[in-house]
């Protein structure tokens, strides 16, 4: 391939200004987060060849043991993944399939699908049809890879049996009217939906080794894709039906979809289809978005890992989390440091593979309403980038540092900008407020 990266994540060209410039706090917590949390770099991390010897995540084996490999790469990172896979293991990688909302990079040598936010009917039906092929045609000698990335679900998950998919999204949609949280509907789907969800992928036989890499956001790898190769435990189903028992949604499922919520679950596989390895998560992101401002003179504190409930709750709870931040340590013209700055992930409320730009907009104009100190200055960056950039940008910054918040409308915050197709980790969250001039 020409160029074995053409992703990086903050191009020096291609991308348009902003339109007045991101604040430079901000936008450096930002780029640090989406660089800590890189699906390339965190698969070359896992996925190594050393001497001879083959390293899959905490598994040491001899480089020679596989003939060939095989891949299936989804999801918003998905040629990343693809291309740290590639990079890797060069020629030994003889078939695989993409799946992704970006376009494949010059000279990909693979079969690319663009899948946008929310899927399409069809990327469902060629993605099984794909792994299918690829696991069926292995060997003993052979190792098949699953990278898996946040949006990875709108290409593994089918409406239920007597469900089209026009129907299932508005059933779907009534759940998260009904106050239905992002996990809760993913925890939904995994054991409802059709596809390859709720452990069906890995219930494709096959004689080749088996190894799973995922960008998880923080719900964990059993939701992350609907979980296709964990199969759905006894438990889940029970909690899912109470949910849907309580919310009497039960009985407008089809049939195929209601015997899903009883208590039996299929044969458990075995193998290491069962330890997905974890390459990048949000406490990646956050924690070097800390080191770097940490590294410029400013203080760093973490608000929330994960700010969970509707984006105006989530802007909410870290406002307040600032201000008990500066209760617990006041900034005062002697404070030997820059500012503090606070730091929180969260998915704003948005279930996997569903556009998050208007959740983040409400989060931002919440938060605005709520600033009470003219010096402070909350950011959000998706660090999935910004499919939808036309109309949302990858990130938005609202207040200005040493500026009145006053001085800005709530509807048009600055914008941060970011190439998407990186990670999916979440969104990072920045609060800051600079230490007072001894003037």
């Avoid at 956001?217 to 992350?224: D, E, F, I, T, Y």
């Avoid at 208590?263 to 330890?275: E, K, L, Y």
């Avoid at 931040?325 to 569903?354: C, H, N, Q, Y």
Wanted: glycine fraction near 12%; charged fraction near 25%; aromatic fraction near 6%.
């Amino acid at each position: 391939m020409s160029d074995p990266f053409p992703f990086e994540p903050f191009p020096t060209g291609g991308l348009p200004p902003a339109p007045k410039g991101p604040d430079p706090v901000p936008a450096a917590a930002f780029q640090a987060a989406v660089e800590g949390s890189d699906a390339y770099r965190g698969l070359r991390e896992a996925l190594q060849v050393d001497e001879g010897v083959l390293r899959l995540g905490n598994r040491f084996l001899p480089v020679g043991r596989y003939r060939e490999v095989a891949f299936l790469a989804l999801g918003e990172a998905a040629h990343s993944l693809a291309l740290g896979a590639l990079t890797t293991l060069g020629s030994r990688v003889t078939a695989g399939l993409v799946a992704g909302p970006e376009p494949p990079p010059a000279d990909f040598p693979f079969p690319s699908l663009r899948v946008g936010p929310g899927g399409e009917e069809t990327a469902v039906d060629e993605v099984g049809r794909a792994a299918t092929e690829l696991l069926e045609a292995l060997t003993e000698r052979d190792l098949f890879l699953l990278l898996l990335s946040s949006g990875a679900v709108t290409t593994l998950a089918a409406p239920p049996a007597g469900f089209g998919a026009s129907a299932w999204q508005g059933w779907l949609g009534e759940l998260a009217r009904a106050g239905v949280s992002a996990r809760e509907q993913e925890e939904v789907v995994r054991v409802v939906a059709g596809g390859l969800v709720g452990g069906r992928l890995g219930m494709i036989p096959t004689r080749g080794d088996r190894a799973v890499f995922v960008v998880d956001r923080g719900h964990g790898p059993a939701l992350l894709g609907g979980g296709p190769t964990i199969p759905i435990a006894a438990e889940e189903r029970l909690k899912v039906r109470q949910l849907l028992l309580r919310l009497g949604r039960v009985d407008t499922l089809p049939a195929s979809a209601r015997e899903r919520l009883g208590p039996v679950a299929p044969a458990s596989t075995v193998g290491p289809w069962d330890r997905p390895v974890v390459i990048a998560q949000p406490s990646d992101a956050v924690r070097s978005a800390a080191d770097r401002l940490f590294d410029r003179k400013w203080t760093s504190r973490l608000i929330d890992l994960e700010l969970s409930g509707p984006p105006e709750a989530a802007a909410a709870r870290f406002v307040e989390g600032m201000e008990e931040l500066l209760r617990k340590e006041p900034l005062t013209a002697e404070s030997r440091t820059r500012g503090i700055a606070g730091f929180a992930m969260t998915t704003l409320d948005v279930p996997e593979g569903a556009p998050d730009g208007p959740a983040m907009e409400r989060f931002l104009a919440q938060a605005y309403g709520r600033l009470r100190r003219r010096e402070m200055t909350i950011a959000v960056g998706r660090t999935a980038g910004a499919p939808d950039r036309a109309r949302y940008p990858a990130g938005a910054v609202v207040g200005r540092i040493g500026e009145p918040a006053e001085g800005l409308s709530p509807g048009r915050p600055r914008p941060l900008a970011m190439r998407s197709g990186i990670t999916d980790v979440g969104a990072l969250v920045v609060g800051l407020v600079p230490t007072p001039s001894a003037d």
